[in-house]
């Protein structure tokens, strides 16, 4: 029996992770979507620790799933910059580079963070 799609997302998650790590200068800039909201965190993997997130929850985002990712880009953008963060790991979480995950990262790069 094969795996499902969730199941699918996350072996390539893990494969992805292998390569990927962020430090407290360069940290990752790990994306979650589930049906109703999208997640950014920039997380330092060298002590475990979450420097900054944003959701759309916390938002309160209105408008198209696309238009709040826009949003939640640009906010996790404006945080890294007040920490003085310029440069990010991109971590896709398994996700395609494409739609919400996709606007999340234009959103981001366009408000100033290099990846």
Not at 34 to 47: F, G, M, P, R, V
Not at 52 to 74: D, I, M, N, P, Y
């Amino acid at each position: 029996m094969g795996l499902n799609k969730e199941q699918s997302r996350k072996r390539i998650h893990r494969r992805i992770r292998k390569k990927l790590s962020g430090t407290a200068q360069k940290p990752r800039l790990a994306v979650y979507r589930s049906n109703k909201a999208i997640y950014a965190q920039l997380i330092d993997d060298d002590k475990g620790h979450t420097i900054a997130a944003a959701s759309s929850v916390e938002l309160g985002a209105t408008g198209s799933k696309v238009e709040q990712s826009k949003a939640v880009g640009k906010l996790i953008a404006e945080k890294a910059n007040a920490q003085k963060i310029e440069t990010v790991v991109f971590d896709r979480g398994g996700y395609l580079y494409h739609g919400r995950v996709k606007a999340v990262a234009e959103a981001a790069r366009e408000a100033g963070l290099k990846f």
